[in-house]
Every structure is written in structure tokens, then in C-alpha cells.
């Protein structure tokens, strides 16, 4: 079946199913599917799921998000890298910022990504007002990629002390590396990341060469697969940053790729609760391994400059402010020794899964708990890889890991487990609104994924959040956001000047460089985009003081990248700075100088509108085809009897009281007692509290 090229779809590849979302820009349709993942060999999933779609080969474009960085980080199974690096600087990578996993005992148990003896320095030094002292000896520098080589590096990143002030040394040393080394996977700090912060700039363009090799196989295989099919269109990758770039800019830079599949969920989330009027949210992602949580102030994701994966692991380049925590559907709930239940952080995954897909899993998980209390429906299973549940199998798994040491019946055990994960839930939610000064009052929840809609209740009555929109297709949200999201690229430049000692017009000059190499990237991506923005900011900071303060400059380039609009001056620049600090610190410092530390570009291709109306119901829509008989569910310590009803055939304006059931190939949305939910213009179903 042939398709215009103008179709677009974006494909979500999570630990327990791979979510996938079709949008042909020019005729408005939209469709979505969902398939089983395969760990370890994630191109199974993903094109099973494309094919299942229809014909790879007519499709313009593909953009995917992926936790393949991610996982690769977390599990420690990257690529082994060797480090080529400056005289006194080999142990930046364990010295970090002093800093250690516990706080007490005389020993640490970090683990650096490259080991001291895949760390070697060669002679160079350049000094911090980038005066070079030392040239590289670029004949030690063959002989120590060699050496690394020997021991089995994959990949090799150089970094050397002040490469951001002058990346000469770097730069010659590169050219020797590349010279003797068998693949691409080389690169130097100052392509990856030309910031001052040795420790922070070591560590990202470590992290960078050890996910090359994985994220490069990764893509190839991916790419291999496509053009079997006969794909001729462009394939992109979402990045942490909420934006899309291109594979190959993946391929050079896998380390913007961190957070990637969560960030296209945010994307996704936030611009249904704008359209649909709500600009105050927090994001909750429940997937078969994890739980996500973002807060949308104002209708605009939290951006970070530096985000910590796991302990020792600092990577600096803009992401999403994601706080993630092991509570999945796939978490297995256990007892300790003493006598406390516990959910996660181990989850089953896609395989073997929960006891209920009879996989050969014997322990029970938070998706099994559900299923005991009647809130998933065995019968209709997601993702369409099962014909149904074995029930029985989790109610035995949960009366004997659970229920019994416990002293609790079965039912009561499972609903022990799923009070746990909420709990723990609540804890994320409250760590990105509470700890941070937000009101959740003000805020609605906006859960998605696999099993954030069954949770619902508890965001609302643990938290103490306002309300819950639900979007149209929960369980596909992250695909959504691949192709909603824009196009983007962040560079960085450090400049280190007084603003006292500015000259205004040298800056401008150098903004517009960065801004027209952005802009270059970006009108090169392939996607289609109705305008390309390019905007600056500054890390700023008073004399003095270590950490800097993020400055928007209301200043753009000009369409014709000649100038930029209005013309730069210190009086905007220290006008700027003041609103920032003031914003974060309620007071100013009079009379101290002020320094420019770096210089931030952006620029950001808007993607065509995507018309959320396209998911509205249809007018065929009525109550009385989504009703759906009625089932026992367990809520509060007991069987009620619950409404069941087809989602995707409720019209605008349905009104469902809970305790109540909504079911659709993607997900299901649990109403709990007490509450009621209402279906929008959008279908989008919006939860409240009676």
C-alpha cells in the first residue's frame, strides 16, 4: 500500500514496547501502533513495529527516540575508551568535584568509565588566556593511541587542560590520533563540549567516546534494516534537548542523546496541555522500567545545563529536567528481611516480563498487581504481542512473595504493591515541584506511557495536584513527541570577559558566527521547518563567585544573518543579568563587577503545527458505543463494581464517574472513586476530584 511522502513517523523504543505514531502532514491522518521491545536487539522491535504500519518505503521521514545511550550509561556497558590528556591531568575523571557516593568510610566505590591505565598523557600545555606554552608532541600522541589501541580501546577521546581557550594543541593532536586510529571514533573536548570546567568537560567528552561504538552500531543496524525495506526518506534522532537532529550528527555527538525517549514524551505533553489550556503541569511517564517526571512551568519544559546520569557521570549539554526513578510496570515488588515491601528498582522488563505474560518470570510486579486487582483487563492486553493475561498465575506469585509474608490476603497484597509505587511516585513529583518552590495545587498532571493513566488517583490524592489531563493516546505519547518536537542545536564558547571591559561590537561579531553555523546546521536537518530561530544566552556571574547564572538575550540573529537584532550593548547585557539574578537570588550586589563566563546559541527549526484536533473523537462517537460491560475492580479494600468503557469511542463531552475503567489498545485509565472524568475537544480526558 503506497503512501505520500509526506508521511511522517516517529518511533519510541522503551524497555517493555516500542511505541510508534504515523502522521501524513498532508492529509491529517494518524494512526499509531505498539509492539512488543526485544532488549538487546532493539531494531526487531522497531521495525516490526514500522512494517506493522505499512510500507517502510513511503514514508518521508522516521524520527526515533532511544534509550540505547541511556541504558549503555546506566548498565556500564559502553564501548572501552582510552583517554589522551595534558601532564598532572590523568585522574580528573576520579577526582570529579572531591566529591563521593557515601559519605562515610575511607574507601569509594566509583568506578570511572576509563580505567587509570587507559588514561596516558602526552607533552602540551596551553595556558588559560590560551597562550600555548607547550606544543603537543604529536609523535607521542601516535604512540599512546597505539598503546591504547593494544589494550583494546574502541574509541579515544583527547582532552587536554584549556583546550577551550586555544584548541590548537587539541586540534593537532586529533589529526595524529585519526592518523594511526581504525575507525571514527575519535574526538577532542573542544568539538564535543568548549567549556571551561575541566572536570565537567572530561567527563562529557569521556562519556561521548564511550557511547559512540554502541549508539554508531546501534544506528547502522537501524540504517541497514531501512534501506532493505527500500526507506529512502531521512531518519533523525530525538535529543535530550527536546529537539531533533540528524543520525549523523547522533553518530558525532551520542552523548546529547541521553535522555532522549523521556524528553520526546515532555515535548509530546507539553504541547497537548497548551493547546488544551493548561500551562502549569507536571509530566509523569510510567514505562515498563521507569518513571519520569518533568515540571512545565508556564508552558515551558525545565532545561538543565548539566545533568548527573548516575553517581560520577556529568554530562554538560542542555537536557529537559527529567527526575527518573526505578518504578515501572516491570518493577518486581519483593519483602526484606525485615518485613518491609518494596518496589523496584529491579524491574522484568519485556522479557521475561511480568508473571502474567507467562514468560518465566515467578516474581511479582507492579503491571501483575494491577492485573489481580481487575484494573487491567486480561483479556486485552497492550501491545498486541499476547492474546491474553494468565491472572491466576499473578495472584499466586503475589500470595507467595508478597501476600503471605505479609499476613495479607492476595488482593490486599497487590494493593500493598500498588500503594508502594504510588508512594514513591508521589516522592518524584514532590522532588521537581515541593523541593524546588512550586505549589503542586497549581499544577495537573499529565500522565502517560504504558501505565501512568492506571496511577491517576494516586497523582492527584498523594500530591495534592489539581487536576490530571490524560492525553488521547497515553501509551504512544513519547512517539507523538518525536514528531511534534522541533529541530535543534546548542553550541557553547567560553569567553571569560569583564562586562566593565566589553567590547560590544567584537561580541556581536563573534554571535553572529555561532549563530549562522547553527543556523546552517539546522536548514541542513531534512525536516521540514516553517522558520529557523537563533537565540543567545549567557552564563554570567558577579566577580568572585564560582557558579554562573543563565542569561536570556532578548536579541536574535536577523533572518539574513548579517546583524544582530537589536544591535548588542552592555546596557542590554547588564540589564538582562540583573532580571536573572534577581529572578533566582531576590537581591542584586551593588558596586562588585560583573563577568561573562560563556556564550550559548540555539538555534530551534519550528516544525509544521501538528493539529491535535486530528486526535479529537469522531462525530460517530456516543456512550452508547464506548459502554462496555461492567467488572468487579478493586479500590480501598474492596470489590466495587466499575463502569468499563471504550475510550477511543467516547464523544466530546462525555462525563464518566469512578470508579470507572477506560480501555484502548495503547494503555488503560483507572477512574478511582470520587473522582470523575470529562472528554475534551481534543479527547484529551480530564480528571478532577468531585
Known sequence: MSRPKSALVGVDVGGTFTDLAFFDEATGQFRTAKVPSNRGDEATGFITGLTRLGAIDALAAIIHGTTVGTNALLERKGAKIGIITTPGFRDTLEMRRRDRPHTWGLWGDFTPIATREMRLEVPERTLADGTVRTPVDVEAVKAAALDLLAEGAEALAIVFVNAYANPSNEQAAYLAARSVWPNAHVAHSAQ???????????????????????????????????????????????????GVMSTAAARQFPVRTALSGPAAGVIAATEIARVAGFSDVVTADLGGTSFDVSLVAGGKPALAAQTTIDFGLVVRTPMIEITTIGAGGGSIAHVDAGGLLGVG??????????????????????????IVLGRINAEKPIGGGLSRLDVEAARHAIDLHVATPLGLSPEAGAEAIVRVANARMAGAIRLVSIERGFDPARFSAVPFGGGGALHVGALLKDVGLKSALVPRYPGITSALGCIIADTRYDTVTTINLALDDLDASSLDVRMMKTGRAAYAVVAE????????????????????????????????????????????????????????????????????????VNVRTTATGRRPAFALKALAPPKSASMDAARRPSRRVWFDGGW??????????????????????????????????GLRGTVDAFGNLVVERH
Open 640 to 673: 466495587r463494581e466499575a463502569t468499563i468503557w471504550s475510550r477511543l469511542e467516547l464523544p466530546v463531552g462525555a462525563l464518566i464517574e469512578g470508579p470507572a475503567i477506560l480501555e484502548q489498545p495503547d494503555a488503560t485509565t483507572v477512574i478511582d472513586p
Open 192 to 242: 564535543i563540549l568548549p567549556e571551561i570546567r575541566e572536570f565537567e568537560r572530561t567527563s562529557t567528552t569521556a562519556i561521548n567516546a564511550y557511547l559512540q561504538p554502541v549508539v554508531g552500531s546501534y544506528l547502522s543496524k537501524l540504517e541497514d534494516e531501512l534501506a532493505a525495506r527500500r526507506f529512502a526518506g531521512t531518519f533523525h534522532i530525538v535529543q535530550s534537548n527536546g
Open 525 to 596: 536537518s531534512g525536516l521540514t521547518v516553517t522558520g529557523i530561530d537563533v537565540a543567545y544566552e549567557l552564563d554570567m556571574h558577579y566577580q568572585g563567585q564560582t557558579h554562573t547564572v543563565c542569561v536570556a538575550l532578548p536579541v536574535t540573529l536577523a533572518a539574513n544573518g548579517t546583524s544582530i537584532t537589536p544591535a548588542l550593548t552592555a546596557a542590554i547585557i547588564r540589564e538582562a543579568f540583573e532580571s536573572a539574578y534577581s529572578r533566582a537570588f531576590s537581591r542584586l550586589l551593588p558596586g562588585i563587577p560583573v563577568r561573562i
Open 345 to 370: 528498582p529491579e524491574s522484568a522488563g519485556s522479557r521475561p516480563g511480568p508473571v502474567a505474560y507467562g514468560q518465566g518470570n515467578s516474581r511479582p510486579t507492579l503491571t501483575d498487581a494491577n
